[in-house]
């Protein structure tokens, strides 16, 4: 655990969700820091030096010490401020699966989202049929592993899963609006109480952008209707 006071920087993008699962991490813990907004499209020099091999948000800088990918960003808060809330659990199986499920929101379901967004007619069909077996993948998933609770999954407090999960889906009705589609709903219940619980949480009010900004940055990505 650090006892001495640290120079704790974010260098992120108001619309990454990779970004807010960093600075919400960072919240809950209670650890002060700077937050620098990068431009994507003119990346900064400061980005490229710490972020050499990906060059992306987010770059946590922690005493001059560039950590980067936003899932080994958060293990690593979690390991150098080890007190309470801790967003990964005790035992080593919760711990596994917590990350099992963690993992498979970040590799399946985050990049099964761009399709549905940049295809068009049948494409965008199959797209959108892919990301619903996903979520019943996942709910069927989260009934099973983790029974015992209802909404926040690490006790009272955000996990890393639900630091996940809850940035992922903060914006769904913004990511329905403009796409068409309607991926998180009653018909799978748990996920849907479950983000819809996230939602009200103060900190992901405080962090995730405004449903407004959200549908016209998505507008801006869409892939334009062909002429027909
Ligand atoms: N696996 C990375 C993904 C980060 C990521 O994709 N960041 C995007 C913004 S949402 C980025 O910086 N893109 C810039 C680029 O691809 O050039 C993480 O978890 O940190």
């Known amino acids: 655990m650090e006892d001495k006071p640290s120079e704790v920087v974010l260098f992120g993008t108001w619309y990454s969700s990779y970004t807010s699962r960093v600075a919400l991490a960072l919240k809950l813990k209670g650890i002060p820091f700077k937050y620098v907004e990068e431009n994507l499209s003119n990346k900064s020099e400061l980005l490229l030096k710490f972020n050499p091999i990906h060059k992306k948000v987010p770059v946590l800088l922690h005493n001059g010490m560039p950590i980067c ?49 940049l295809k068009r007619g049948e494409e965008n069909q199959k797209a959108i049929e892919d990301m619903e077996e996903m979520q019943r993948v996942l709910e069927e998933g989260i009934k099973q592993d983790f029974p015992e609770k209802s909404s926040f999954f690490n006790g009272k407090t955000m996990g890393l899963l639900d630091i996940v999960m809850g940035v ?54 869409i892939a334009p209707t062909p002429d027909v």
């Open 69 to 117: 990918e936003s899932l080994i960003i958060l293990e690593y808060i979690d390991e150098v401020w080890n007190h309470a809330p801790k967003l990964l659990p005790e035992d080593p199986y919760q711990r596994a699966r917590v990350r099992f499920w963690t993992n498979y929101t970040d590799q399946k379901i985050m990049p099964a989202c761009y399709p549905i967004l």
């Open 168 to 221: 992922n889906g903060y914006n769904y009705k913004a990511f329905h609006e403009v796409t068409n589609s309607e991926i998180i709903g009653p018909k799978n219940p748990k996920i849907f109480m479950w983000v819809n619980a996230l939602k009200e949480h103060p900190l992901m009010k405080d962090t995730l952008p405004p449903h407004d900004k959200v549908v016209a940055m998505l507008k801006s990505k």
